[in-house]
């Protein structure tokens, strides 16, 4: 059974930086479909940042703010926030094993079949 941790959540003021991990077990992240999701309460989960094939994906609520990267040694992903902002107060969540895995599907988190526990990320204005 695939076994995914999310590491390094917390509490930050706007305009700082966290940085979150996922490291996977009886998986090995290579070029299919990978990403990270977040739900703030009474919102739907939401695509943030994905990768495919060696490119990168992300909303555009995050572009330019967010980072993902592979470190492949470490079997880990991580996404790099900065500029953070109160809206982006979430539990974020990384998922992997899309059923459907594309372009254009890479952030719908109807088609990942594994989750991690999520971390929360809290930004105070």
């Known amino acids: 059974q695939v076994q995914l941790v999310e590491s390094g959540g917390g509490a930050v003021q706007a305009g700082g930086s966290l940085k979150v991990s996922c490291t996977a077990s009886?998986?090995?992240?290579?070029?299919?479909?990978m990403a990270w999701f977040r739900q703030a309460p009474g919102k739907e989960r939401e695509g943030v940042a994905g990768?495919?094939?060696?490119?990168?994906y992300y909303a555009d609520s995050v572009k330019g703010r967010f980072t993902i990267s592979q470190d492949n040694a470490k079997n880990t992903v991580h996404l790099q926030m900065d500029s953070l902002i109160p809206e982006d107060t979430a539990v974020y969540y990384c998922?992997?094993?899309?059923?459907?895995?594309?372009?254009?599907?890479?952030?719908?988190?109807?088609?990942?079949?594994?989750w991690g526990q999520g971390t929360q990320v809290t930004v105070s204005a």
């Open positions: 990768t495919l094939a060696g490119r990168t």
């Open positions: 998922a992997v094993v899309s059923t459907n895995c594309g372009t254009s599907t890479v952030l719908l988190a109807e088609y990942y079949t594994y």
């Open positions: 009886r998986y090995t992240f290579r070029r299919g479909c």
